[in-house]
C-alpha cells in the first residue's frame, strides 16, 4: 500500500516528550527525520498538531470555552512555528496555513495555495484547527484532509492501536487489526472525537492508528506500513 497525499496527526503532548509540556527538541528532531523518508520519496505530507502540551481548553472551568478554545487554537500555531523550523533545520521546506490572520507569521488558508505549496514539494502544517470555537483538533485534520482529499489520515498516538476496551485498565483488552468507521462510532472507541468520526465515514476518509514511539513508526506508516489498526470507510 502506498499513499501520495497523507496527513499525520501528532499530538502537543507527544511532542513534549517525558516533560509532558513544552517542547522536548529531541522528540522533535525524530519525528522530522522520519517525515523527511517520505517526503524525499515524493509523498505530500499535510500535519495538524494538538496543543495539549500548552493548553487545554475543555479541561477549563475558570474561561469560557469559546475563550479557552481560542487559547487552545494558538497553542496549535506556537506548536506549528516550533516544529516547521526544525522540519526545516532537518532539510525540508515548510510552510504554516491558519484559518485566521497571524500577520507574517503564517499564511491564510486556501485550499489551491495548500495545492501549490504540495505541488513544491513542501510540508504543510495546519494549524488553527478550524478557526472556530466547540470544534477540536480530531475534526481540524478531517476537514482539511477531506477538502484536500488526501488518501489516509495517520493518527500517531501513545497507544499501538484501537482496543476494544481501554488497555491500561483491561489486561484482556484486544487490539483491533482493521475496524470500520461504522464500527467505531457504534461502539463509542474515541480514535476521535465523535464530529471527526461522523466526518470520516460521511466522506470515506480512512485511518490509521499507531504507536508513535515505536521505532520508524512515522517512516513506516508513511508507506502504508501499519503496526496498529487501520480504520475502514
Known amino acids: 500500500m502506498k499513499w501520495n497525499r497523507v496527513f499525520l496527526k501528532l499530538s502537543g503532548e ?8 513544552g517542547f522536548d527538541e529531541e522528540t522533535v528532531k525524530e519525528v522530522a527525520r522520519q517525515v523527511k523518508i517520505s517526503v524525499d520519496a515524493g509523498v505530500e505530507v499535510g500535519i495538524v498538531i494538538g496543543g495539549g502540551n500548552f ?5 477549563s472551568t475558570a474561561v469560557d470555552r469559546a475563550k479557552a478554545d481560542q ?6 500555531v506556537m506548536n506549528c512555528i516550533y516544529v516547521s523550523e526544525i522540519f526545516r533545520g532537518a532539510g525540508m521546506k515548510t510552510e504554516i496555513l491558519t484559518p485566521f490572520a497571524c500577520g507574517s ?3 491564510l488558508f486556501s485550499k489551491d495555495l495548500a495545492n501549490e505549496y504540495f505541488g513544491q514539494g513542501k510540508v504543510v502544517f495546519f494549524a488553527g484547527g478550524t478557526g472556530h470555537p466547540y470544534f477540536s483538533t480530531d475534526t481540524g485534520i478531517t476537514l482539511r484532509a477531506v477538502e484536500m482529499e488526501a488518501d489516509v489520515i495517520l493518527l500517531a498516538k501513545s497507544i499501538d492501536g484501537v482496543y476494544d476496551s481501554d ?22 472507541l474515541a ?5 471527526a468520526s461522523i466526518m470520516c465515514m460521511e466522506h470515506k476518509m ?3 492508528v499507531f504507536d508513535l514511539n515505536a521505532p520508524d513508526s512515522i517512516a513506516d506508516a508513511m508507506q502504508g506500513k501499519i503496526d496498529g489498526t487501520i480504520v475502514t470507510v
Open 206 to 208: 480512512p485511518m490509521a
Open 167 to 188: 488497555p491500561a485498565v483491561n489486561p484482556e483488552a484486544r487490539r483491533y487489526e482493521t475496524i470500520s468507521i461504522g464500527e467505531v462510532i457504534e461502539k463509542r
Open 191 to 195: 480514535v476521535v472525537d465523535l464530529t
Open 55 to 59: 493548553w487545554r481548553g475543555r479541561t
Open 14 to 21: 507527544a511532542l513534549a516528550g517525558p516533560k509532558k509540556a
Open 71 to 76: 487559547i487552545g487554537m494558538l497553542a496549535t
Open 105 to 107: 507569521m503564517t499564511k
